[in-house]
């Protein structure tokens, strides 16, 4: 980790301060309370591209837009004692998902496993946090959603699919759970978006355009993945030399599972822009499945043999010059324990959303990083 520049805000400050914009734009109290902490727990894992950075731009931008409905109407379409399936009616993608995890967990304790889906939903926030629900129950959590095409397939060029992250939460006997959330392309939407607020160039290769050449402006990224004339590379990335076919694959099993398991919509579908080019509601999917192994060794052996497999790997050889290696979920946990104590930094870009919502609801808040 670098040195830290950005100002900090604590952390009861930024949860209170989340909540009641979350209020302010309609948003119902206990939704208010679960939309904070999913964005605050991005930025307690380091994973700034779907923290407070996007609390406005995702969130109370689109509230206001009309493309996300404050109070989430969750419908159950189907239950059965292993399974759900919802219908969240363009509300709240995170008040749905949060539903649908505790209804889940209590199947799986009772039944050893659970599965669900969600259709007509709305960005859910960063997928690790409903599979962490489960980990810290001592059951193992995966999730997947599909989103905004962005992905390329292999040898082609359309954006096709979301960034469709899948993602896995394993107890182990550690502080902390293996913990695996990341996209299926080469890098997310979100960091594309970090960059450009940022004023930084993206990575090449990362990027493609519509006539096959890699891209690295962010903000001309941004433009070209709305108006279709760019797309992201599958992890691995362009063509087959890199085995970007897995990437492709992966993202599409997330894409096929995130809508036919709710009978959802897909990629062309989920742009938030109609045919005559007027926003319209976004309509995502998302799957979890929740397993107990309980049903399975037990638990605590579960979570013995996730450790012990996770210290094995970090002890082994490391490559010269290279000072450790880390398991998934490693990095954000040491994240947390440096950020604990010192609150959410934030950028310039970030402070001017906080103050521009604070004054637009006239909320009483006062930020350190404003003297």
């Avoid at 307690?44 to 493309?67: A, L, M, Q, V």
């Avoid at 799957?287 to 579960?302: K, L, T």
């Amino acid at each position: 980790m670098g040195v830290e520049t950005r100002p900090y805000v604590s952390w009861e400050l930024m949860n209170a301060f989340l909540k009641d914009a979350f209020k302010g734009y309609g948003v119902p109290e206990e939704d208010a309370a679960i939309c904070a902490d999913v964005l605050l727990e991005s930025d307690r894992r380091g994973i700034e591209s779907h923290g407070c950075n996007r609390f406005k731009p995702i969130y109370i931008d689109r509230i206001k837009k009309g493309t996300l409905l404050p109070v989430t109407n969750i419908e159950i379409l189907k239950e059965t004692p292993t399974t759900v399936v919802m219908d969240a009616h363009d509300g709240m993608g995170m008040v749905a998902s949060h539903k649908m995890m505790e209804m889940l967990i209590e199947k799986a304790k009772k039944y050893g496993m659970a599965g669900g889906a969600i259709k007509n939903s709305t960005h859910y926030g960063i997928a690790g946090y409903w599979t962490t629900m489960a980990s810290k129950e001592g059951l193992v959590g995966i999730t997947g959603t599909n989103a905004r095409p962005s992905i390329a397939p292999t040898f082609g060029v359309e954006n096709m699919m979301g960034t469709n992250p899948l993602t896995f939460s394993l107890p182990t006997d550690e502080e902390f759970p293996f913990c695996l959330d990341c996209a299926t392309s080469i890098v997310q939407r979100g960091k594309i978006e970090y960059y450009a607020r940022e004023g930084k160039d993206t990575p090449a290769g990362m990027v493609i355009s519509e006539t096959g050449e890699t891209m690295t402006d962010s903000k001309e990224i941004l433009d070209a993945l709305v108006k279709g004339t760019a797309a992201l590379a599958p992890l691995g990335g362009i063509g087959e030399e890199l085995a970007g076919y897995k990437g492709y694959g992966y993202a599409a099993v997330v894409e096929i599972l995130s809508a036919a398991l709710a009978g959802g919509e897909f990629m062309k579908s989920l742009t938030g822009v109609s045919e005559d080019g007027k926003p319209q509601m976004y309509h995502l999917g998302h799957f979890f499945f929740v397993v107990d192994p309980d049903a399975f060794s037990g638990r605590e052996e579960f979570k013995k043999i996730a450790g012990d497999i996770c210290r094995a790997l970090r002890a082994s050889k490391k490559a010269p010059g290279s000072e450790r290696i880390y398991t998934a979920g490693e990095k954000e946990y040491l994240v947390w324990l440096d950020r604990k104590d010192k609150g959410v930094p934030v950028s310039a870009s970030v402070q001017k959303d906080i103050l521009q919502v604070r004054d637009e609801l006239g909320l009483s808040y006062k930020f350190d990083f404003e003297n």
